[in-house]
């Protein structure tokens, strides 16, 4: 536990020094634009756009950082060579990609933090009242980033290009969102190998659409009765990525 931990501390420092705060950066100078932009605006309407773009753009946001770190990290590392003064030590590599992936998930949560902090801040000067329902959002967009940084792991270890394994990671990402439309196309479809490959298509890629509470608002359905299954969902997921990483990388040559 200290080594994975070691390495998962290792990789926060790297990635909060390097990536992150540029990131942040940028962020808070698009809502300062924002806010400026639509306080020339009067009523409730300006502030649900504040709040709806505030939230897109943190998830947004986010899947860049989860996605550029979790590919870039490992393959980075596997063509400098410098992976070597990890793997040097007598420690299963599955240890390093464990470390890893809870490095990056650190990383990528803080910045969300870092983030929503000061969106909460934004809608607070505008005369904004929150309520529960924004926590339960920032749970679910993290839920959502946890598995997209699993997947962007496994696919930097599958595959040996950073480019495709960018494009594997942000088609999943997609794909994700479109679960329902996926599922409704199998049922369209004639040709029985396009039919039943386009559905394991829908079964293997995680139902992302899942995790968007926003949506489940206006159907009555109570967070705590979704939080259970959407946190078992997400583990499961995470925890089959990272075991296909860890077998993945045990047998590839670095």
């Known amino acids: 536990m200290k080594r994975i931990l070691a390495i998962s501390y290792y990789t926060f420092r790297q990635n909060v020094r390097n990536r992150v705060y540029y ?9 300062v634009f924002v806010s400026m932009l639509l306080s020339v605006l009067g009523g409730e309407q300006p502030m649900r756009i504040l709040l709806d773009f505030g939230l897109v753009s943190i998830e947004f946001f986010a899947l860049l950082i989860a996605i550029f770190t979790s590919v870039t990290t490992i393959t980075e590392e596997v063509e400098s060579k410098t992976i070597y003064l990890i793997l040097i030590k007598p420690i299963p590599r599955w240890y390093y990609i464990l470390g890893r992936y809870t490095g990056i998930l650190l990383s990528v949560w803080t ?3 870092l983030m929503y902090a000061f969106h909460f801040l934004m809608l607070t000067l505008q005369g904004w009242h929150p309520g529960p329902d924004y926590l339960y959002a920032v749970i679910s967009s993290s839920l959502k980033i946890a598995i997209i940084s699993a997947v962007a792991i496994f696919f930097s270890v599958f595959s040996t290009s950073t480019a495709s394994s960018l494009v594997f990671s942000v088609f999943i990402w997609i794909a994700g969102h479109f679960s329902t439309e996926i599922n409704f196309l199998t049922g369209k479809m004639e040709f029985l190998p396009a039919k039943y490959s386009v559905k394991i298509l829908y079964y293997v890629i995680p139902n992302l659409q899942y995790f968007n509470w926003r949506d489940f608002l206006s159907t009555g359905v109570s967070f705590f009765r979704w939080m259970p299954v959407a946190v078992v969902y ?9 075991c296909l990483s860890s077998v993945l990388f045990e047998k590839k040559e670095v």
């Open 23 to 31: 990131v942040l950066f940028i962020f808070t100078l698009i809502m």
């Open 234 to 242: 997400a583990v499961a997921y995470i925890g089959v990525f990272m």
């Open 111 to 113: 910045s969300m933090l």
